[in-house]
C-alpha cells in the first residue's frame, strides 16, 4: 500500500485497515508456530503498513491542532 493512497482515505477507513492488519498479522504468527507459513515477507509488508497508517494519522492530528 502506497503512502499517498493512505492520504485518500478517511481516518475511520485507516483505523479499519488498522485493525485488518494487525489480524492479519496475529494469524500469521499462528501459522509461523506451526510451521505453515507461506509468504514470510507478508509479516513485514504488514508491519510497514500498519507504520504507515499511523504516520498519516499523527500527521493529520498535528496538522489539526496548528490550526
Given at each position: 500500500m502506497k503512502y499517498k493512497d493512505l492520504k485518500e482515505f478517511s481516518d475511520e477507513e485507516l483505523f479499519s485497515k488498522e485493525n485488518e492488519l494487525k489480524k492479519e498479522t496475529f494469524q500469521l504468527n499462528s501459522q509461523r508456530q506451526l510451521g505453515r507459513v507461506?509468504?514470510?515477507?507478508?509479516?513485514r509488508n504488514n508491519r510497514k503498513d500498519i507504520a504507515r497508517i499511523l504516520t498519516v494519522l499523527s500527521e493529520r492530528k498535528a496538522n489539526g491542532k496548528k490550526r
Open positions: 507461506e509468504k514470510p515477507s507478508s509479516f
